[in-house]
Structures are given as structure tokens and as C-alpha cells.
């Protein structure tokens, strides 16, 4: 039980990879993640923001850290980014809907990330973004407006701009790239 909480609670490993000024590869960097984030306000969900890139082909030198940056509930209108949320086990009373729903437009600098009020659960929103997650660690409920379904280790979602929620009914750990896209409809 000792390494399953580890597990949960402990700081994720980067390690970044390149080319140095002399031409040759070398890892750049070899630490603990330290762009974590307590979502907080009741959600037991920790975001690890791994890397980001504003623009597509993404640049691959100089030494800006792809991590450094605001959390941002979406990734860079024309670009992406790779995050990790650990969630434990949640407890849907004791989100601070308000706090939360700030918390949420603080997070949305880009504007790609959209609030939808629901009965089903606190966190409905959408993104104008493909994003493709993968559970690697216990289970998550994916809610839609009319129903949900488990994503367990070794599953993976596609998203395309949907309206959702991430329930968590048991410890987790999911891996999200999330890339900027267009809806296809004009009523989004």
C-alpha cells in the first residue's frame, strides 16, 4: 500500500534530451517535474506539465524549457502540450464549485477551454483541441452530457472538441497530449 500512495503523491521524473552548442546529444536536464499543480478547491488532481510548444513545426533548440510556463487548461491556440494528472480517489461534495469555476477562467489564457454548465458534473467543459489520453494507472470515468464510460490502464481516448468530464472513482495516473485545433461547426 506504501508504494501505491508513492506512486500517487511522488514527483514525475523529465527527462530532456538534445543536441548541445558542440554539436553532440546529451541530456540537457534529469530531475524531478517541478511544474506541478495542485488543482485543489476539493479535485485531488495534480497536473504535471511536461512540455509545450506555441507553434507547429515546434523548435527543437535553444534553451527555453518547454514546462516553464502558467498552467493553462489548453494548449497554445497554434501548438501543444504534454501533461500527466495523478488524481486520488475524489469526493464530488467537497468541490468548491465557485473556486473552481475561478480557478478554471485563471487557467484559460489561451481561450481554448469552455465552461459548460451541467447537473452531471462539476468539471463539464470542452476543448478546441485533439487530445489524446492514455490511462496508465488505475481507472477514470469519462462523462458525456448523456452518459460515461470507464477508461482503464492501457486505454485510449481520442477527443475532438466534445463536451466531457474526468470523474475519478479511484487513484489514476492519465497522460494527456492535447494539440490546438478548429471546430468544424460554427456554433462553437
Request: avoid cysteine; proline fraction near 6%; charged fraction near 25%.
Amino acid at each position: 500500500m506504501a508504494e501505491h500512495s508513492e506512486r500517487m503523491t511522488r514527483p514525475i521524473r523529465r527527462v530532456v534530451t538534445g543536441t548541445r552548442a558542440d554539436g553532440k546529444s546529451a541530456v540537457l536536464s534529469d530531475s524531478d517535474n517541478p511544474y506541478r499543480f495542485h488543482r485543489g478547491h476539493g479535485s485531488t488532481s495534480v497536473f504535471t506539465e511536461i512540455w509545450a510548444f506555441d507553434t507547429s513545426p515546434a523548435p527543437i533548440g535553444g534553451d527555453k524549457d518547454g514546462g516553464d510556463r502558467p498552467l493553462s487548461h489548453s494548449p497554445p491556440p497554434d501548438g501543444a502540450h504534454f501533461r500527466v494528472i495523478q488524481s486520488t480517489k475524489e469526493d464530488n461534495m467537497k468541490v468548491d464549485q465557485t473556486a473552481i469555476d475561478q480557478q478554471f477562467g485563471a487557467m484559460n489564457e489561451g481561450g481554448l477551454s469552455e465552461r459548460v454548465k451541467s447537473t452531471r458534473h462539476w468539471n463539464m467543459h470542452r476543448t478546441r483541441t485533439v487530445d489524446y489520453g492514455i490511462v496508465v494507472f488505475g481507472s477514470r470515468l469519462h462523462i458525456l452530457p448523456d452518459g460515461d464510460f470507464v477508461m482503464r490502464k492501457g486505454d485510449v481516448v481520442i477527443q475532438l472538441g466534445h463536451v466531457h468530464s474526468w470523474d475519478n472513482p479511484e487513484d489514476n495516473i492519465t497522460m494527456f497530449d492535447m494539440i490546438g485545433g478548429e471546430y468544424p461547426f460554427d456554433d462553437q
